[in-house]
């Protein structure tokens, strides 16, 4: 059963700081990994992708990818009140299904 | 931006009856997707389709389910006899081929 882990949170974070939100997966198959958000009642919008080890930055998200330990990682900096939303680790296999965690509520409060 | 859209936004549909779920998928795009979500749980994969045929479903997507793409630009979802669990919110999705999915605003089933 190929399964992507999350903590639920909330993880609170202050204005202005870095938000780190972590997940893991047990597919060592997976090729592909998607950050997404979603704020409440909304669907799922896509933040991030990340295919090979290592960092890819994109304005003040940076996501981080290990395959060895089987982790995945999205940093926010600067983190704004309009960051509060819950953010969806995803792994897939190209254009394949993709597999969702339980997604992690952030809070950034001013 | 082009976007993936559907309808309606709201469903609503008596327990047995039949409900289709529509979705324009991005105009280039030629993989579609649906997934649900029911309330306060994870996304969930249905079904993905490709070449006007199903490339992967899921356990969820049983005899009940069916998808179409009955023309050019639509993409439908079909539940034949719907359940009170079939209650969710259902997300279409498309992408180009090895790129990331973009998802629909969803469309809130309700099974009374």
């Known amino acids: 059963q190929k399964e992507v882990e999350q903590n639920s949170g909330p993880l609170s974070v202050p204005e202005g700081a870095i938000a780190s939100l972590n997940c893991t997966y047990s597919?060592?198959?997976?090729?592909?990994f998607f950050w997404y958000r979603q704020y409440s009642g909304k669907s799922p919008e896509l933040i991030m992708s990340?295919?090979?080890?290592g960092d890819k930055e994109d304005g003040r998200f940076t996501a981080q990818l290990n395959k060895a330990s089987q982790y995945v990682s999205l940093l926010i900096r600067d983190s704004q009140p309009s960051d509060s939303a819950t953010y969806l680790c995803?792994?897939?296999?190209?254009?394949?299904?993709?597999?969702f965690g339980t997604g992690t509520r952030l809070q950034v409060f001013p | 931006e082009p976007e993936v859209t559907q309808t309606p936004s709201h469903q609503v549909t008596q327990m047995g009856q039949e409900v289709i779920l529509r979705c324009v998928p991005i105009?280039?795009?030629?993989?579609f997707y649906w997934y649900r979500q029911i309330l306060g749980q994870k996304v969930e994969f249905l079904v993905s389709?490709?070449?006007?045929?199903?490339?992967?479903k899921s356990e969820i997507f049983d005899d009940q389910f069916s998808v179409e793409r009955p023309d050019g630009s639509n993409f439908t979802l079909k539940i034949r006899s719907t359940k009170l669990e079939d209650s969710a919110m259902y997300f279409c999705?498309?992408?180009?081929?090895?790129?990331?999915?973009?998802f629909g605003d969803g469309t809130r089933l309700s099974i009374l």
């Open positions: 105009s280039n795009h030629l993989y």
């Open positions: 995803a792994g897939g296999y190209n254009t394949d299904k993709l597999i």
């Open positions: 990340i295919y090979s080890n």
């Open positions: 999705a498309s992408s180009a081929r090895n790129q990331p999915q973009h």
């Open positions: 389709f490709y070449n006007n045929e199903i490339s992967e």
């Open positions: 597919d060592r198959g997976s090729q592909s």
